[in-house]
């Protein structure tokens, strides 16, 4: 890694959301357009990117992205009753997660990535709440590419916020976010590009989750 990749001193302010029973601050800018889009052209080539099939009412249905999942081998993860094993840091991924380590004083073990290639592509309204990440998740965000709004909404009052998630910024989502709040990513019919999110998380995977 070269040394000025991450020196980010003339990055924007971070902005904390006005947002009762959550902890999430967004920090726009916090790699360069520059930096975003060599790292974003990297993980293209780099991740184990897949279609996952999940079972809908009994269908077996395409999820709308594409995903990639890195980690310590030790960061494993219940899924429908199977345990999946993190496919292994690359130089780059694990260049990020030195920095976001620093930036959020938190740990990570893992690495969950999206690559949204269209406007069609989306993510559900979900919590980050498996039993394996722990009761106050510190989760952390980086957007490369098309900026996407975030959606978040309060589980009890329903009362929805966005925050668009622009090139190069990171969202750290801590607290009690993710027991309050769903977030999720909704499609849209504009002609867009693509983008890649990575979502880095601690993985306490002596935790065993209800579906295992
Ligand atoms: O793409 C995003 O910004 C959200 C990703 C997300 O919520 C997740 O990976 O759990
Ligand atoms: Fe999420």
């Known amino acids: 890694m070269q040394p000025d990749l991450f020196d980010n001193s003339s990055a924007v ?4 959301l006005p947002l009762p029973d959550a902890d999430v601050t967004y920090y726009p800018g916090w ?7 060599v790292i974003k052209q990297q993980l293209e080539g780099e991740l184990d ?14 999820i709308p992205r594409l995903q990639a999942w890195h980690g310590d081998p030790d960061a494993q993860y219940s899924y429908s009753g199977l345990s999946m094993t993190p496919a ?8 990020l997660r030195q920095q976001l380590a ?14 949204y290639r269209h406007g069609q592509d989306s993510m559900g309204m979900h919590a980050d709440d498996e039993p ?9 965000s980086v957007t490369l590419g098309q900026a996407r709004p975030f959606v978040l909404m309060h589980k009890q009052s329903k009362s929805k916020s966005k925050v668009m998630l ?25 002609q867009i590009d693509d983008r890649i999110n990575l979502t880095y998380r ?3 995977s002596s935790i065993k989750s209800n579906n295992a």
Not at 31 to 37: F, M, R
Not at 102 to 115: E, H, R, T, Y
Not at 132 to 140: N, S
Request: proline content about 4%.
């Open 13 to 16: 302010q971070p902005q904390i």
């Open 31 to 37: 790699l360069s357009a520059d930096q975003a889009s």
């Open 49 to 62: 990117w897949h279609q996952d099939t999940i079972k809908i009412y009994g269908k077996l249905v395409k």
């Open 88 to 95: 292994p840091w690359t130089t780059t991924l694990s260049d």
């Open 102 to 115: 620093k930036q959020c004083q938190a740990a990570f073990n893992s690495v969950l990535a999206n690559w």
């Open 132 to 140: 394996e990440l722990g009761k106050h998740p510190v989760i952390a």
């Open 166 to 190: 622009e090139h190069g910024s990171l969202l750290v989502m801590k607290g009690t976010t993710q027991q309050f709040y769903q977030h999720g990513i909704a499609k849209t019919a504009r």
């Open 202 to 204: 601690y993985i306490h």
